[in-house]
């Protein structure tokens, strides 16, 4: 079974505060992406990676970076967070960029931003 | 720009009855369409298409796909309350997942 594992359940930051988001995934993807899911919005895709060291801006990248430094992990990271990045953070794995492969998703993070 | 439209946005229905989901599109490259349940936390996936006029089905839940009229629905028969919840279609092409905003289905007992 595909494992997605991300850090933090529940986390409350404050405004101006850096947040580091960690994903981890046991299934030895290329591919991982870090979207966002709010009320009436939908999932949108912030940034994504399909190879180690290697990223991709999403739909909705202001206000946020990304690192993959080692192929199953992939962090998202908030260099001051504002109050309207409360949200639930949603990691993503899958085997290839360019087939039809689903993506495995973590359990979210659900970030309040005070 | 990739675009999914999902509709009803919400449905509530009598447990027993049988519900239909609609997921339209507009997608450069279209490689795949997916069906993901989503409960309290991560969506888990149900289906994936690729093919016009084939149908999936995992039990109760079926689904099928019209490339030429670009949308997908997917029938849930003789709902339970374990089929509450929001239902995402999402469609891949050139690179990424385009997702729908959802339908949340709530079922009454």
């Known amino acids: 079974d595909v494992k997605v594992t991300q850090s933090s359940r529940y986390l409350v930051k404050r405004t101006g505060e850096k947040v580091f988001l960690e994903c981890v995934q046991d299934?030895?993807?290329?591919?991982m992406f870090w979207y966002r899911q709010d009320p009436g919005l939908g999932l949108r895709l912030i940034y994504f990676?399909?190879?180690?060291?290697?990223?991709e801006k999403g739909d909705i990248p202001e206000g946020y970076s990304v690192s993959r430094e080692k192929k199953e992990r992939f962090s998202l990271i908030l260099e001051s967070a504002s109050t309207n990045q409360t949200s639930m953070y949603l990691c993503?794995?899958?085997?290839?960029?360019?087939?039809?492969?689903?993506?495995?998703f973590g359990p979210g993070t659900r970030l309040t931003v005070t | 720009e990739d675009k999914v439209v999902q509709s009803p946005l919400s449905l509530v229905v009598h447990e027993g009855d049988t519900v239909t989901l609609n997921c339209s599109y507009e997608?450069?490259?279209?490689?795949?369409l997916l069906w993901y349940k989503q409960e309290k936390k991560a969506p888990t996936f149900l289906f994936m298409l690729?093919?016009?006029?084939i149908e999936k089905k995992s039990g109760r839940l079926s689904s099928i796909l019209d490339k030429k009229e670009l949308f997908s629905i997917l029938n849930i028969t003789a709902t339970q309350t374990g089929d509450s919840a929001v239902y995402l279609c999402?469609?891949?092409?050139?690179?990424?997942?385009?997702f729908g905003t959802g339908t949340r289905l709530t079922i009454i007992p």
């Open positions: 993503a794995s899958s085997p290839s960029l360019f087939s039809s492969y689903e993506q495995y």
């Open positions: 299934m030895d993807h290329e591919n």
């Open positions: 990676s399909y190879d180690v060291k290697m990223k």
């Open positions: 997608v450069t490259n279209f490689r795949s």
């Open positions: 690729t093919s016009s006029g």
């Open positions: 999402a469609v891949r092409g050139n690179e990424k997942l385009t």
